[in-house]
């Protein structure tokens, strides 16, 4: 009998891995079915964020966005793995997170009301410039806007004229958000 070679290994890891990454789309889809929601027009949306955040740019790709209360947020945010995916610089850094929760949203919970949200971050004791970031932006049913940031692990509302504070880190000039 012959040994297995490293590529065949790594084939079926492959193969395993696509089974189990298909079957478990379909498993997280059906377990978060969200049936109460609330469809706003494109125009509602940009509304609602622009009346917290002020005249920022707010591109959308859909005409309609489907809204759920928080409570189906926080549900879905604290069980998420993506913060088991590496950081790599760079590569896989914040935008690509903010991305990747955006689209997890869509794919998991059939909304597209989370979107990605540019700011500039700053230690919250000293005050220090942290640096540009990327995070998420979500429209909850009833309106209220929240910040997520999977790089330092929770959320934070969004209120006028107030600066997120997630940790210790304060989120400060959110400046684009888009929707897709």
């Not at 700011?119 to 909850?140: F, R």
Request: net charge neutral.
């Amino acid at each position: 009998m012959s040994e297995i070679t490293p590529t065949q290994i790594n084939q079926l890891k492959k193969s395993f891995g696509t089974i189990l990454l298909s079957n478990g789309f379909i498993l997280l889809r059906n377990a978060y079915k969200v049936d109460n929601f609330k469809r706003v027009e494109y125009g509602e949306i940009q509304n609602l964020i622009t009346g917290v955040l002020g005249n920022i740019p707010v591109p959308v790709k859909d005409l309609s966005f489907y809204l759920a209360d928080w409570n189906v947020w926080k549900d879905f945010l604290d069980s998420i793995l993506v913060s088991e995916i590496d950081y790599y610089a760079e590569r896989f850094d914040c935008d690509n997170y903010a991305f990747l929760v955006s689209s997890l949203a869509s794919l998991f919970l059939c909304l597209n009301s989370c979107g990605v949200l540019h700011c500039t971050v700053y230690e919250l004791k000293t005050g220090k410039l942290v640096g540009g970031h990327y995070c998420n932006l979500i429209v909850a049913k009833s309106g209220d806007l929240y910040l997520f940031d999977m790089n330092n692990g929770g959320y934070a509302p969004i209120k006028k004229n107030q600066n997120p504070i997630i940790k210790n880190w304060q989120y400060r000039n959110l400046d684009k958000v888009e929707l897709f």
